[in-house]
């Protein structure tokens, strides 16, 4: 198996980023947007609560700000397609990171890599657009 995997890893890649073009469904994505947008028109990093007018101003430490910028240069240049692609290339990425490892380490046979492509496919659903990933 290692070797019929070495020699289809591109194929693999392929079949995972394609397994992973899905809709985006997630509930903080246009929050995400708004915070980059925010950044890219006033140039600085939101230190407090803009959106919510329960509570205006409202401190908080800015953690993903990175993320969201680049989020919104990418769906500005884009669009939606162009995070759904971004997504699926992280997830494919991530996939093929973690059957590389496993390889490397001797511990990939057919029963672990076919577990790991059920994980995969259990769990697409679930790796949402979001910092985390």
């Known amino acids: 198996m290692p070797e019929l995997l070495k020699k289809s890893s591109p194929g693999l890649f392929i079949a995972v980023f394609l397994a ?70 992280i997830l494919a990425s991530t996939w093929m990171i973690l059957a590389s490892t496993l390889e490397n380490k001797g511990l990939l046979n057919l029963l672990t890599f076919i577990l790991l492509m059920a994980l995969a496919d259990l769990s697409l659903f679930r790796f949402m657009l979001i910092p985390h990933i």
């Open 20 to 89: 992973c073009l899905f809709k985006l469904c997630s509930f903080d994505l246009f929050w995400h947007l708004g915070c980059g947008q925010y950044f890219f028109e006033n140039l600085s990093i939101i230190d407090h609560n803009i959106f919510s007018w329960t509570y205006p101003d409202y401190p908080w430490i800015p953690t993903y700000w990175l993320f969201q910028a680049i989020l919104y240069g990418i769906w500005k240049i884009s669009g939606f397609t162009g995070l759904i692609i971004l997504n699926a290339l």
